[in-house]
């Protein structure tokens, strides 16, 4: 009873659902047409809720999905006549046949997003069409193919078919499901939401939105095979038609996109209103035109959907008790035990690395990047070595975010080398240089806002295994490891919260822990401190300082001197786009290029008989800025 109750309310729903459509037919048996609806239901439920996973999921809206009904449905089709088997025994061939497709036009299109991507998927039903009209030898052109009637008794009715697709509706839902509890459901989610910051993390985004492409037709193809038995018969036009793909478009729109109900629910609501339309609309033409205004209705009124819209309404009305920071904003840090741990995690990474520490990590040689007649980083050279805090700084538009970007692959550079841990790296894609152990945070944070602060944190992938790509993110090792790293940032406690709830310098720190989670060597931190509360400012600068006692080494981009000055040895002065001065604190403070180009005469040293009027001001004033920054 206890674990039937830890169970989520909508699952409980679900169950129960679930029982009263295994009943309906045995206590309603005689009835084939209300059986007929039902079972065309469970159809686009299986298509939506298929077509969700690349869809919904990653964010990449495709048209022409039920090529893959017409697909499983023609596979089928042919084996049957060609060999005489019996449809529903070769039906998950037809599933087959819909991977092997999907994973030849994935590895072409997914190359495109957005109306292009969309265009292109409407191209490609289309093109099934016209194969299946021409290849008479096997299609039997637009003649069709027609399959021997069912085997069993006409008493049966369409309960047997009912019955196959209520088990891969099914299916189907649990399989959406355990994709979701994975990493890699959560890099579908982390493309959808920033595709570029999910590469930076280690998502091989390439390898993610295929597979998810292939994983979103198998059950399509399968039931297309049931389907094909179902009608009899099978035809071009039939099979691969533009309004069955904008069905299910609405389907899942209508429900909630990217849910794992919202589908299921939106398929029922729609097959169910196409019905009476045909029957007490006057037929075809009125669904046709009905389905095109519900769909403007609901881009309109219901943009999230009719599940994530109910549930929204739910939370206002129901608000979850949340913890927060006490009044000085001070955050509950890790166990003594959990930091060690995790401290002797990150260095056992650190000491299977060859390079010694103070040996040169990250070596940039002759870089430059080009816009138009801008030259945002021109023939810059830097070297960070094994162990350091070093600081890049330099007015701003001097080419410090540009320089991240082409050292974490978000940027091709025009010319030069990048080298790190004794690889070159500027072919590579980003979230290879990732798995080698390069990561970054970015300027203004760039967090999955709809995620979890533990989703976020599990999404990134430490190596490019497919063990670690289908580990539970849920629970588990990596979901346990999330939890003792958000620990280690105080920010344990939020873990179930979603991430866009969080402050901007909570969020500064989800994105810390985010990167830890790649087991880094090097991270790149862009404006650390930028618009973060000072109260967390002391706990932010005391999470780098323990890591970097763990063999991290970081590089860091930063307005804020006093900080730098404090935190950071050694410090790169950049301006126009290459270094001008580099050295210890105590050294570029007094540069006199440096003065020039930057930091200017505030903190231009006091000369002749007003250095030592101004002594005892400078160090009272330096005193209150090390004790501001501590």
């Known amino acids: ?95 087959v046949t819909a991977v092997i497709i999907a994973v030849l036009i994935g590895s072409v299109v997914l190359r495109t997003r957005g109306h292009a991507f969309v265009i292109i998927t409407i191209a490609m039903l289309l093109a099934a069409q016209i194969f299946a009209v021409n290849l008479k030898s096997i299609t039997q052109g637009s003649d069709g193919i027609t399959l021997e009637l069912p085997f069993w008794d006409r008493d049966f009715q369409n309960i047997p078919f009912y019955y196959v697709y209520l088990i891969l509706l099914v299916l189907t839902v649990l399989f959406s499901a355990w994709i979701r509890r994975t990493k890699f459901g959560t890099g579908l989610v982390a493309i959808r939401e920033d595709e570029g910051k999910a590469a930076s993390i280690g998502v091989n985004t390439t390898r993610f939105k295929i597979v998810a492409y292939a994983a979103s037709s198998f059950f399509i193809g399968m039931a297309g095979g049931v389907y094909a038995y179902y009608l009899s018969f099978i035809n071009p036009v039939g099979s691969f038609a533009i309004l069955g793909s904008v069905t299910i478009v609405l389907a899942t729109l209508t429900g909630g996109r990217g849910t794992l109900y919202g589908p299921v629910i939106g398929a029922f609501i729609v097959q169910v209103v196409s019905e009476a339309a045909t029957v007490y609309g006057g037929g075809s033409q009125s669904r046709v035109l009905l389905f095109g205004l519900a769909l403007m209705v609901v881009v309109l009124f219901l943009p999230k959907g009719l599940l994530p819209t109910i549930e929204a309404w739910w939370r206002r009305r129901h608000p979850e008790e949340v913890e927060y920071t006490d009044q000085t904003g001070a955050l509950s840090r890790a166990p003594a035990t959990t930091t060690e741990r995790v401290r002797a995690e990150l260095a056992a990474v650190n000491a299977e690395d060859a390079i010694a520490p103070g040996e040169i990590l990250l070596d940039v040689r002759g870089v430059s990047k080009r816009f138009g007649g801008l030259t945002a980083v021109d023939n810059a050279g830097l070297t960070v070595r094994k162990g350091t805090i070093t600081a890049l700084i330099g007015p701003n538009g001097s080419g410090k975010t540009t320089l991240f970007n082409l050292i974490s692959g978000g940027m091709a ?96 720190l989800v994105e810390l822990a985010q990167v830890l989670m790649l087991e880094p060597k090097l991270i790149l931190l862009d404006e650390p401190a930028g618009g973060v509360n000072p109260s967390l400012l002391g706990q932010l600068t005391e999470v780098i300082r323990e890591l970097n006692r763990s063999g991290v080494t970081f590089l860091i981009v930063e307005h804020n001197i006093p900080l730098v000055l404090d935190l950071c040895d050694p410090v790169v002065v950049f301006s126009h786009g290459a270094p001008i001065a580099e050295g210890p604190p105590e050294r570029i403070r007094t540069d006199p290029l440096v003065l020039d180009a930057y930091l200017g005469d505030d903190w231009r040293p006091a000369e002749d008989g007003a250095a030592d009027e101004g002594a005892g001001e400078s160090d009272r004033t330096e005193t209150a800025t090390r004790e501001a920054v501590q």
């Open 413 to 508: 550079a025009d010319s030069g080398e990048i080298w790190f841990d004794g690889r070159r790296i500027d072919g590579m894609r980003p979230w290879r240089r990732g798995h080698l152990g390069l990561g970054r945070t970015y300027q203004v944070t760039r967090l999955f806002k709809e995620m979890t602060v533990q989703e976020n944190v599990v999404a990134p992938l430490p190596d490019s295994r497919w063990r670690t790509m289908f580990s539970d993110a849920v629970g588990g090792h990596e979901a346990a490891r999330a939890r003792e790293l958000l620990d280690i940032v105080g920010l344990g406690r939020f873990a179930n919260q979603p991430a866009g709830a969080l402050s901007y310098g909570q969020q500064k």
């Open 1 to 95: 009873m206890s674990r039937l109750r830890a169970l989520p309310r909508a699952h409980l729903i679900a169950g129960l659902c679930l029982v009263v459509l295994v009943l309906y037919p045995v206590v309603n048996p005689w009835q084939p047409y209300p059986q007929g609806v039902m079972l065309l239901a469970f159809l686009l439920a299986i298509q939506a809720s298929s077509w969700n996973i690349i869809s919904g999921y990653a964010g990449y809206i495709s048209l022409g999905h039920s090529m893959f009904l017409g697909l499983g449905s023609y596979t089928v089709g042919v084996l049957a006549v060609r060999f005489g088997v019996n449809p529903l025994w070769v039906a998950p061939l037809g599933g």
